[in-house]
């Protein structure tokens, strides 16, 4: 339901997030947010699945999540636009396996019991990574399983391995676990997958200049990550209640880009030439038809619409015109 406006604008603007090390956490904790929406902010924090509800509810005016579950809900027909590249994925997230599992590489997953939460960048990878080795999903037995309840059925052998995320990730290691592939390796096939920022396409149109400024707090984190590692390790590690190794692990598992990269053709794009990134969008899209995650087999015309670069394009021109 619509809320929250006065007078035509804003009372406050509400973010959902989820608890990763990144810089959209940096930012609400060093409260960039504040300072250039020069409005009061409300950060609330979800699961995956309940942070597209709350979208479509217009309960929250921005959302980070996982690209499969961005793209997963935009498919579905959320209005929403996707603005940003929070980091891109890479040794951060891990297929992990028991040490007494008998796998040792991944045709060894056959027959095997694995789990990862549905429709997420996870569930994305555990399947690619099926296909990497030739092995059908109906040879494997796959659980829905958020971390909580993958940590628990891995020590106590319910499970064979996960794909997961710290800090899950360096627990399982810890408890007799390995890796057997990350999304690193993915992405170097093309795999890839990100955790992107979402907004509002109904907010967005009435507040462009909201957008711009909350895409300006997040590249201000974002410069922090690139030369401030060891206070932005320090920061997240209080805030999180994360150990600095558990934060520094991964915050170096992923690929952290600012404004003027991510409008470059690889990524985003911009108003001149569409983005790689967009083609990302229409193979996950297609994965999750192929998974019948989508009831509907995806629309491409529309798929295309979803990144909208022109925001971080704004940022990047009012940095450029600072100098």
Request: charged share 30%.
């Given at each position: 339901?619509?809320?929250?406006?006065?007078?035509?604008?804003?009372?406050?603007?509400?973010?959902?997030?989820?608890?990763?090390p990144?810089?959209?956490?940096?930012?609400?904790?060093?409260?960039?947010?504040?300072?250039?929406?020069?409005?009061?902010?409300?950060?609330?924090?979800?699961?995956?699945?309940?942070?597209?509800?709350?979208?479509?509810?217009?309960?929250?005016?921005?959302?980070?999540?996982?690209?499969?579950s961005?793209?997963?809900?935009?498919?579905?027909?959320?209005?929403?636009?996707?603005?940003?590249?929070?980091?891109?994925?890479?040794?951060a997230?891990?297929?992990?396996?028991?040490?007494?599992?008998?796998?040792k590489?991944?045709?060894d997953?056959?027959?095997?019991?694995?789990?990862?939460?549905?429709?997420?960048?996870?569930?994305?990878?555990?399947?690619?990574?099926?296909?990497?080795?030739?092995?059908?999903e109906?040879?494997?037995?796959?659980?829905?399983?958020?971390?909580?309840?993958?940590?628990?059925?891995?020590?106590?052998?319910?499970?064979?391995?996960?794909?997961?995320?710290?800090?899950?990730?360096?627990?399982?290691v810890?408890?007799?676990?390995?890796?057997?592939?990350?999304?690193?390796?993915?992405?170097?096939?093309?795999?890839?997958?990100?955790?992107?920022?979402?907004?509002?396409?109904?907010?967005?149109?009435?507040?462009?200049?909201?957008?711009?400024?909350?895409?300006?707090?997040?590249?201000?984190?974002?410069?922090?990550?690139?030369?401030?590692?060891?206070?932005?390790?320090?920061?997240?590690?209080?805030?999180?209640?994360?150990?600095?190794?558990?934060?520094?692990?991964?915050?170096?598992?992923?690929?952290?880009?600012?404004?003027?990269?991510?409008?470059?053709?690889?990524?985003?794009?911009?108003s001149?030439?569409?983005?790689?990134?967009?083609?990302?969008?229409?193979?996950?899209?297609?994965?999750?038809?192929?998974?019948?995650?989508?009831?509907?087999?995806?629309?491409?015309?529309?798929?295309e619409?979803?990144?909208?670069?022109?925001y971080?394009?704004?940022?990047?021109?009012?940095?450029n015109?600072?100098?």
């Amino acid at each position: 339901m619509e809320k929250r406006v006065s007078n035509g604008y804003p009372t406050k603007i509400v973010i959902g997030t989820q608890q990763l090390p990144n810089d959209e956490m940096l930012a609400i904790v060093k409260g960039y947010f504040e300072e250039e929406f020069k409005l009061p902010v409300e950060i609330l924090e979800f699961q995956a699945g309940d942070i597209r509800n709350a979208m479509v509810s217009k309960d929250i005016d921005f959302a980070m999540l996982g690209s499969s579950s961005a793209i997963l809900g935009f498919a579905n027909g959320m209005k929403v636009e996707c603005i940003w590249i929070h980091d891109i994925i890479s040794t951060a997230e891990q297929l992990i396996v028991r040490k007494d599992s008998g796998i040792k590489e991944l045709k060894d997953l056959k027959g095997k019991k694995l789990a990862a939460p549905f429709t997420s960048t996870a569930h994305y990878s555990i399947l690619k990574s099926l296909e990497v080795a030739e092995i059908k999903e109906e040879n494997v037995t796959l659980f829905d399983m958020q971390m909580p309840e993958i940590y628990s059925s891995f020590i106590q052998k319910e499970i064979d391995g996960a794909y997961v995320w710290e800090p899950t990730l360096s627990k399982m290691v810890k408890d007799g676990g390995y890796s057997v592939i990350t999304s690193e390796d993915l992405a170097k096939r093309g795999m890839i997958t990100a955790n992107v920022e979402i907004v509002r396409k109904d907010f967005a149109n009435r507040y462009p200049e909201l957008v711009v400024s909350y895409l300006k707090a997040l590249n201000r984190a974002k410069i922090d990550i690139k030369n401030n590692h060891e206070n932005v390790v320090e920061v997240l590690s209080d805030y999180l209640g994360q150990t600095k190794a558990e934060v520094d692990i991964q915050v170096k598992g992923s690929i952290h880009l600012d404004a003027k990269e991510l409008i470059q053709k690889k990524y985003l794009g911009n108003s001149r030439e569409r983005g790689d990134f967009t083609d990302t969008v229409i193979d996950t899209a297609h994965f999750l038809y192929e998974q019948q995650s989508l009831t509907d087999k995806p629309n491409i015309e529309r798929l295309e619409t979803f990144i909208e670069p022109k925001y971080a394009e704004m940022l990047v021109e009012e940095i450029n015109g600072r100098k």
